[in-house]
């Protein structure tokens, strides 16, 4: 039985996350994320900056596979992707309110069929 995930935009897997102030986190593919949502990362044992392991960050897109998290990762560790059966996943976890507003906001430009 295949269960399918229906939830947008999706978690992706991370294959590199930069030692800059803002971090700046890479996907193995379009990730489909907008500025302003809230990630929260999980990383296998011994992948490597386990300091932004678990938490929860907002995010600034900077291009289809690349987006800067609000932390300066300058002096954590480095982010080494290890030959696993396991993959480090980003997963959306929020949005800040001004997305959600305009949602409302779209809501009431859609006309209800009779």
């Known amino acids: 039985m295949t269960i399918a995930n229906f939830f947008v935009p999706n978690r992706q897997t991370v294959s590199d996350i930069s030692r800059t102030n803002p971090g700046v986190v890479t996907t193995t593919q379009d990730h489909g994320y907008d500025s302003g949502l809230f ?59 001004r997305t959600l507003s305009e949602s409302i906001v779209n809501n009431r430009n859609i006309i209800p069929e009779t």
Request: charged share 15%; no cysteine; net charge negative.
């Open 39 to 97: 990630v929260r990362f999980y990383f296998p044992i011994k992948f490597g900056m386990t300091q932004v392991n678990g938490n929860i960050y907002e995010i600034t897109v900077l291009s289809p596979t690349t987006f800067e998290i609000d932390v300066d990762t300058t002096n954590f560790d480095t982010f080494a992707v290890i030959s696993s059966s396991q993959s480090p996943q980003v997963i959306p976890v929020g949005e800040v309110a």
